[in-house]
């Protein structure tokens, strides 16, 4: 219930203040993507999960000059050697899908009048991953994107996202873990 009221707590603050998105502006992304194991809580950079198969592909639609939506897809693959125990007795693959809004908050920081050429973006939303079984996910994250080209349809991203689960019976997550992305984005 702490994860939900967070959402919503999130989404309240960035509901008055103004973006740089293009409306109506698609983008696409693909990269790669890394998990980390929540484990009670601690640091999200630590844990890390390896992956063999590290992929992430977003897209992303701006709604208006302040928010925009994004539905991503990653999957990854565990390596053999993620157990203490042992090697693993099948091969085991993460999936997840998630939609969550975006706010762009970068152009308070930089002060660009017009779309800067970094920007920086909060985001909330919902998914669910599967590796055994299928868990829910309250999603909180933000992300950095530095447009390489002079047109803005180019850039590179990195992300973290917070996903929050309930726990499960699952052997390689806890429920709760981060996901790191580093993506290149193509204005459609």
Known sequence: M????LLLFTLSIFTG???????GEMSVSVGLNSLVDDEKGRNPFTNQIHNSIPIALALNY?????FALEQSVSLNRFSN??????PLDKKYYYFSTDSNLKYN???HIFGASNRPRIELYA?????????????LTGNLGAGLLFWTSDNQNIGLRVQTLGKFGKKDSNEFLRGSH???SLQLVFVL
């Open 81 to 86: 050697d993620i157990k203490d125990s042992g």
């Open 105 to 107: 908050f970068g152009q």
């Open 178 to 180: 981060y996901q790191h």
């Open 17 to 23: 203040a103004h973006a740089q998105f293009n409306e």
């Open 2 to 5: 702490k994860n939900y009221l």
């Open 62 to 66: 701006n709604l208006s000059s302040d």
């Open 123 to 135: 985001m909330t939303g919902f998914g669910f991953y599967y590796i055994e079984n299928f868990n």
